[in-house]
């Protein structure tokens, strides 16, 4: 009786449902006009999966382009930018990963450097910074997982998540600022409890990494 | 990800393939009640994974509104000896697209649905590793159900697939009015005192 008093217990159950659309056809169009606070969900696509992502973004409009890496040194990603080139954007970097090494800004007119934050308070401080630095038409987070699980998060990491959100619509997207683009890794697995309504728009680029078939 | 989920799959129409991560009936009550709610459909739902007998357990807990359900049952008729009822025919299952479209005709002059469900699609090709001939053989089909069947434009015919074989690429596209992707969470939920 307990036994199965315990197996009723651990039932599972629908926790959420997320609905996808698919939008190759659409995308150049989307990107074209995208603006606002947006969630860019991925499956660990390359910093040059990236660039060509944003290549994409309004794509005859020249913009200046503040890119937070929580995850990619400058070095790799200047490297990265000398073989693929992003073409009418101007990039401006703030390193949050290669700022433990302290290394030398004097000779550097793209990248700050800064320590990692640690929660997302310190996060908008850092994008209060960049902006006041360099003025950009776009604010890439790289990336949000640093953060929140998406696959289950704590009532608290929303909550913060959501706090974080309302700041940046409220005080600092504006007319020149205008667009957020929020990466997330989901290779932690399956994600729920997405913010839907405190995002502008929530997109899912699944690159395939195809394996060689075999041939004898 | 959508969020005019409701005005999106509300006014679904055309030829939709519907992955999704090994979703119960249950969910796929749940998304057929979404489309078209306030008009009375029928539905013909092609059951290659779910006996009649399951879906109508299923039904009584979690009904279908505004729409009426006709399946043809392709998994029981292999098992034991059973007899067409007025909401449920008993079929072998179709070996390939060929026989699956023959299927699909055959009930579509015979019912006239609103609403044509196959589930799924999964048996017929796996979109992970497809080789050029099933793409294809797909492409195909796809093209013959929009010259044959499909005359009536308000009408959906819904593809469904379980993405349970990984990531999926070479997607006909091209070939569909819309391809959309359910992903159901399933846990336990958290302990509250």
Same mark, same amino acid.
């Given at each position: 009786?307990?036994?199965?008093?315990?197996?009723?217990?651990?039932?599972?159950?629908?926790? %959420?449902?997320? $609905?996808? /659309?698919?939008? *190759?056809?659409?995308?150049?169009?989307?990107?074209?006009?995208?603006? #606002? =606070?947006?969630?860019?969900?991925?499956?660990?696509?390359?910093?040059?999966?990236?660039?060509?992502?944003?290549?994409?973004?309004?794509?005859?409009?020249?913009?200046?382009?503040?890119?937070?890496?929580?995850?990619?040194?400058?070095?790799?990603?200047?490297?990265?930018?000398?073989?693929?080139?992003?073409?009418?954007?101007?990039?401006?970097?703030?390193?949050?990963?290669?700022?433990?090494?302290?290394?030398?800004?004097?000779?550097?007119? %793209?990248?700050? $450097?800064? /320590?990692?934050? *640690?929660?997302?308070?310190?996060?908008?401080?850092?994008?209060?910074? #960049? =902006?006041?630095?360099?003025?950009?038409?776009?604010?890439?987070?790289?990336?949000?997982?640093?953060?929140?699980?998406?696959?289950?998060?704590?009532?608290?990491?929303?909550?913060?998540?959501?706090?974080?959100?309302?700041?940046?619509?409220?005080?600092?997207?504006?007319?020149?600022?205008?667009?957020?683009?929020?990466?997330?890794?989901?290779?932690?697995?399956?994600?729920?409890?997405?913010?839907?309504?405190?995002?502008?728009?929530?997109?899912?680029?699944?690159?395939? /990494?195809?394996?060689?078939?075999?041939?004898? | 990800?959508?969020?005019?989920?409701?005005?999106?799959?509300?006014?679904?129409?055309?030829?939709?393939?519907?992955?999704?991560?090994?979703?119960?009936?249950?969910?796929?009550?749940?998304?057929?009640?979404?489309?078209?709610?306030?008009?009375?459909?029928?539905?013909?739902?092609?059951?290659?994974?779910?006996?009649?007998?399951?879906?109508?357990?299923?039904?009584?807990?979690?009904?279908?509104?505004?729409?009426?359900?006709?399946?043809?049952?392709?998994?029981?008729?292999?098992?034991?000896?059973?007899?067409?009822?007025?909401?449920?025919?008993?079929?072998?299952?179709?070996?390939?697209?060929?026989?699956?479209?023959?299927?699909?005709?055959?009930?579509?002059?015979?019912?006239?649905?609103?609403?044509?469900?196959?589930?799924?699609?999964?048996?017929?090709?796996?979109?992970?590793?497809?080789?050029?001939?099933?793409?294809?053989?797909?492409?195909?089909?796809?093209?013959?159900?929009?010259?044959?069947?499909?005359?009536?434009?308000?009408?959906?015919?819904?593809?469904?697939?379980?993405?349970?074989?990984?990531?999926?690429?070479?997607?006909?596209?091209?070939?569909?009015?819309?391809?959309?992707?359910?992903?159901?969470?399933?846990?336990?939920?958290?302990?509250?005192?």
């Amino acid at each position: 009786m307990e036994r199965l008093k315990m197996l009723k217990t651990v039932e599972k159950t629908n926790l %959420n449902i997320n $609905y996808w /659309k698919e939008i *190759q056809g659409e995308l150049p169009d989307i990107l074209n006009n995208l603006s #606002g =606070i947006v969630l860019l969900t991925h499956n660990s696509v390359e910093f040059t999966d990236i660039i060509d992502f944003l290549k994409n973004i309004r794509k005859e409009e020249f913009m200046n382009v503040l890119y937070i890496s929580l995850v990619r040194s400058y070095d790799y990603m200047k490297n990265a930018l000398s073989l693929k080139q992003l073409d009418q954007k101007r990039m401006m970097f703030i390193d949050c990963v290669s700022g433990y090494a302290f290394p030398q800004e004097e000779n550097i007119d %793209n990248c700050l $450097y800064h /320590k990692p934050p *640690q929660n997302l308070e310190e996060m908008k401080q850092i994008i209060t910074f #960049g =902006i006041d630095k360099s003025g950009p038409d776009m604010i890439v987070i790289d990336s949000l997982s640093q953060f929140i699980n998406f696959t289950r998060p704590t009532e608290y990491e929303i909550r913060e998540l959501y706090k974080f959100l309302q700041s940046l619509r409220t005080s600092s997207l504006n007319i020149i600022q205008n667009t957020f683009i929020l990466l997330y890794d989901t290779k932690l697995g399956v994600m729920q409890n997405l913010p839907k309504f405190s995002t502008d728009l929530i997109l899912k680029v699944e690159k395939v /990494k195809e394996e060689t078939r075999w041939i004898d | 990800m959508l969020k005019e989920t409701d005005e999106v799959i509300g006014k679904l129409h055309g030829i939709v393939l519907l992955i999704h991560n090994s979703v119960e009936f249950s969910d796929i009550v749940n998304f057929l009640n979404k489309i078209r709610s306030n008009e009375q459909l029928l539905v013909l739902y092609i059951s290659f994974i779910n006996s009649y007998s399951h879906i109508k357990e299923i039904l009584k807990e979690n009904p279908l509104h505004s729409k009426k359900l006709f399946v043809v049952d392709c998994v029981s008729g292999f098992l034991i000896e059973v007899r067409d009822t007025i909401e449920c025919s008993y079929r072998k299952p179709p070996s390939n697209l060929g026989q699956l479209k023959d299927l699909l005709m055959n009930n579509i002059g015979d019912k006239n649905p609103n609403i044509i469900v196959v589930d799924s699609m999964s048996q017929f090709i796996n979109f992970s590793i497809p080789t050029e001939d099933e793409l294809d053989e797909f492409y195909k089909f796809l093209h013959s159900i929009k010259e044959n069947i499909w005359g009536l434009k308000d009408d959906s015919i819904i593809l469904l697939y379980d993405d349970k074989y990984g990531q999926l690429q070479g997607l006909p596209t091209i070939s569909f009015d819309m391809i959309l992707k359910l992903e159901v969470m399933r846990g336990t939920p958290r302990w509250k005192d």
